[in-house]
């Protein structure tokens, strides 16, 4: 009667694992901070929240979900941010290495805030990207210059530095906070860059990708090939015309258009 057993078992599994069984087949239901998940655990569905960020699949989003509030804050703080952009960078070296030509207009671009100098401190007090985006506390922040330098990025920056690369910082911040910035910027590590440019009079209104692509054709109208482009947001990198390579550093806690 040894045969019977399996039917057994099979009749069992049917009974508590029915195939069709809805709950199975229901995902996720996405209506920016209200999130909720039926079948996986918060954090499974976090990590593919933050999948959706760094690929760009979810497009413009508001703020953080709530639920992922501590999520985020893990990963920040966690090894798991420093390694991620370490590995960013490992890629992005060795790269530079093959395409440096050295006839002196090899450029390399890298965007500021998450891209070379870590605002974690702020973010951890704000909610880690939870709650609205405040520019008068932002710009209170940004006065102190207390941002430090993510560590992949200021080891990257100086290796392409010593290349012979031509760097250049372009941020979304404006010309009203030059000096701050840039006062930030070495006391976190930087020097030596070859242009640090800032949103001007005329750059106002534009979003940061129109911002920035029309940066990278006046580069390009100057002769610089532009090998490289660092940034935390997608909009640091795409729009024509782009660098030859684009290097995606992560940041699950905003979204800039
Ligand atoms: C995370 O790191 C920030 C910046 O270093 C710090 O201010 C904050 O207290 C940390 N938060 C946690 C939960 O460890
Ligand atoms: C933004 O932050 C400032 C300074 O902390 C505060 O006075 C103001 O009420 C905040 N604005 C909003 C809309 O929360
Ligand atoms: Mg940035």
Same mark, same amino acid.
């Given at each position: 009667?040894?045969?019977?057993?399996?039917?057994? %078992?099979? /009749?069992?599994?049917?009974?508590?694992?029915?195939? $069709?069984?809805?709950?199975?087949?229901?995902?996720?239901?996405?209506?920016?901070?209200?999130?909720?998940?039926?079948?996986?655990?918060?954090?499974?569905?976090?990590?593919?929240?933050?999948?959706?960020?760094? !690929?760009?699949?979810?497009?413009?989003?508001?703020?953080?979900?709530?639920?992922?509030? /501590?999520?985020?804050?893990?990963? *920040?703080?966690?090894? &798991?941010?420093?390694?991620? /952009?370490?590995?960013?960078?490992?890629?992005?070296?060795?790269?530079?290495?093959?395409?440096?030509?050295?006839?002196?207009?090899?450029?390399?671009?890298?965007?500021?805030?998450?891209?070379? %100098?870590?605002?974690?401190?702020?973010?951890?007090?704000?909610?880690?990207?939870?709650?609205?985006?405040?520019?008068?506390?932002?710009?209170?922040?940004?006065?102190?210059?207390?941002?430090?330098?993510?560590?992949?990025?200021?080891?990257?920056?100086?290796?392409?530095?010593?290349?012979?690369?031509?760097? *250049?910082?372009?941020?979304?911040?404006?010309?009203?906070?030059?000096?701050?910035?840039?006062?930030?910027?070495? &006391?976190?590590?930087?020097?030596?860059?070859?242009?640090?440019?800032?949103?001007?009079?005329?750059?106002?209104?534009? !979003?940061?990708?129109?911002?920035? /692509?029309?940066?990278?054709? *006046?580069?390009?109208?100057?002769?610089?090939?532009?090998?490289?482009?660092?940034?935390?947001?997608?909009? $640091?990198?795409?729009?024509?015309?782009?660098?030859? &390579?684009?290097?995606?550093?992560?940041?699950?806690?905003?979204?800039?258009?």
């Amino acid at each position: 009667m040894g045969f019977l057993y399996p039917l057994v %078992i099979l /009749s069992i599994l049917l009974i508590f694992f029915p195939f $069709d069984s809805s709950s199975r087949r229901t995902l996720f239901f996405h209506g920016g901070s209200t999130t909720t998940t039926t079948t996986t655990s918060t954090d499974a569905y976090c990590n593919s929240w933050m999948y959706s960020v760094e !690929t760009n699949n979810i497009g413009d989003w508001p703020t953080i979900p709530i639920i992922c509030q /501590s999520f985020v804050a893990g990963y *920040m703080n966690g090894t &798991r941010y420093l390694s991620d /952009s370490k590995v960013v960078a490992s890629y992005s070296l060795a790269f530079a290495k093959d395409a440096f030509t050295g006839g002196g207009k090899d450029a390399w671009i890298f965007d500021v805030d998450e891209t070379l %100098i870590s605002n974690l401190h702020y973010y951890a007090e704000n909610g880690y990207g939870s709650e609205i985006f405040n520019e008068t506390k932002w710009n209170e922040w940004v006065l102190l210059s207390a941002a430090t330098a993510l560590p992949a990025s200021l080891e990257l920056y100086n290796n392409l530095k010593s290349l012979g690369f031509k760097i *250049m910082i372009l941020t979304g911040r404006g010309e009203e906070q030059r000096e701050i910035t840039q006062k930030n910027l070495n &006391r976190a590590g930087y020097s030596g860059w070859e242009k640090f440019i800032l949103r001007g009079d005329g750059d106002g209104g534009k !979003t940061n990708v129109k911002y920035k /692509s029309e940066k990278r054709a *006046m580069l390009e109208s100057e002769g610089y090939t532009i090998h490289g482009c660092s940034g935390d947001q997608w909009s $640091d990198l795409s729009d024509s015309p782009t660098a030859k &390579r684009s290097f995606k550093l992560p940041n699950p806690m905003y979204y800039i258009a």
